[in-house]
């Protein structure tokens, strides 16, 4: 059973960065595709970010050129770097993964919180 684990939520000041973490526990190579979602309060989900075996990154306009992820092979580990935070990025960030049978897999969310 594949678990992913994130880390690396909690507060931060308007402008500030932070990163995220999210660990698989099973080989990187076995997703074809691993990214990143967020729910806000009294939203419903959404998109923040994709990466994938083949082709380039998808992220959403709203963080577009401010959150990048990174993969580290050798650690199994998928990174959310996000730089000039806004109050409207307070959510809960949750990691996912798809394996090549297109199984989704997700983790339970880290909070992140910008406020001043």
């Known amino acids: 059973q594949v678990q992913l684990v994130e880390s690396g939520g909690g507060s931060v000041q308007p402008g500030g960065s932070l990163r995220l973490s999210c660990a698989t526990s099973?080989?990187?190579?076995?997703?074809?595709?691993m990214g990143w979602y967020r729910q806000a309060p009294g939203e419903q989900r959404e998109l923040v970010g994709l990466?994938?075996?083949?082709?380039?990154?998808k992220y959403a306009g709203s963080v577009q050129g401010r959150f990048t992820i990174i993969r580290d092979n050798a650690k199994n580990t998928v990174y959310l770097q996000m730089n000039s935070l806004k109050p409207e990025d307070t959510a809960v960030y949750y990691c996912?993964?798809?394996?090549?049978?297109?199984?989704?897999?997700w983790g339970k969310g880290t909070l992140v919180t910008v406020s001043s």
């Open positions: 099973g080989s990187i190579f076995s997703f074809k595709s």
């Open positions: 990466i994938f075996r083949i082709g380039s990154p």
């Open positions: 996912t993964a798809a394996d090549l049978s297109g199984t989704d897999y």
